[in-house]
């Protein structure tokens, strides 16, 4: 069975501190995508990670490809108020431009 | 990138009726996915829509509740029927461009 798992599930952290979401995989997929979801909004993409080693940052997100360990993280660096949402990973999967989706990080960040 | 327009936003449907939801993309496209998000879940796919043939479903989802069309490459329609208060949901239409991939904003369904 193709899974993807995220932890935590829910992460509530305060203003400034640093902290890392993982997310395993259990496809031969090379290519992995993060998300961000505001409450009552759609998905909106913050990264393709296409191939073993990729790193990808924008402002105090960081996300990062390990295919030969089937890990992806997203590294947050002194984290602001704003970044308070849901952030899902998700892989190809068997099927033609199918995702396979993690359950999703609830974070919450207190000023 | 591809844009994508959903309609209606938001509605609340009675047990029983039917509500389709349409989706509009501004390129064309070959496939179109159909997802569902029930409260505080992660998305659940119910099926591929491309133009010229049938919908392909997700184990769990058959025809006759979600019938879908696919007119042309910019446009497709998911039908939720019979609607239940388990229906209740956030319906998001998706497509795929290389690799990206694109939700529209959503289509909350709340049913009484």
């Known amino acids: 069975e193709l899974k993807v798992e995220q932890n935590p599930l829910f992460l509530s952290m305060q203003e400034g501190k640093n902290y890392t979401i993982y997310c395993n995989y259990s496809?031969?997929?090379?290519?992995l995508y993060w998300y961000r979801q505001d409450p009552g909004k759609s998905l909106e993409s913050l990264f393709v990670l296409l191939s073993n080693g990729a790193v990808k940052q924008e402002g105090r997100l960081m996300a990062s490809l390990d295919t030969k360990a089937r890990l992806s993280t997203l590294h947050i660096t002194a984290a602001v108020h704003d970044l308070s949402a849901t952030y899902f990973c998700a892989v190809d999967g068997d099927s033609n431009y199918q995702l396979i989706w993690g359950a999703g990080t609830k974070l919450i960040i207190k000023p | 990138s591809a844009v994508i327009s959903q309609k209606p936003s938001r509605d609340i449907c009675q047990r029983g009726t039917s509500l389709t939801i349409q989706c509009q993309v501004d390129s064309q496209v070959t496939m179109m996915f159909w997802y569902r998000q029930q409260p505080g879940q992660s998305l659940t796919l119910i099926a591929t829509a491309n133009q010229g043939s049938e919908a392909t479903y997700e184990s769990g989802f058959v025809i006759d509740k979600f019938p879908i069309s696919r007119p042309n490459l910019t446009f497709s329609t998911l039908t939720v029927s019979n609607m239940s208060p388990e229906d209740s949901s956030i319906y998001l239409c998706?497509?795929?461009?290389?690799?990206?991939?694109?939700f529209g904003p959503g289509t909350r369904l709340t049913v009484t």
């Open positions: 496809t031969t997929s090379d290519r």
């Open positions: 998706s497509v795929r461009a290389i690799y990206e991939q694109y």
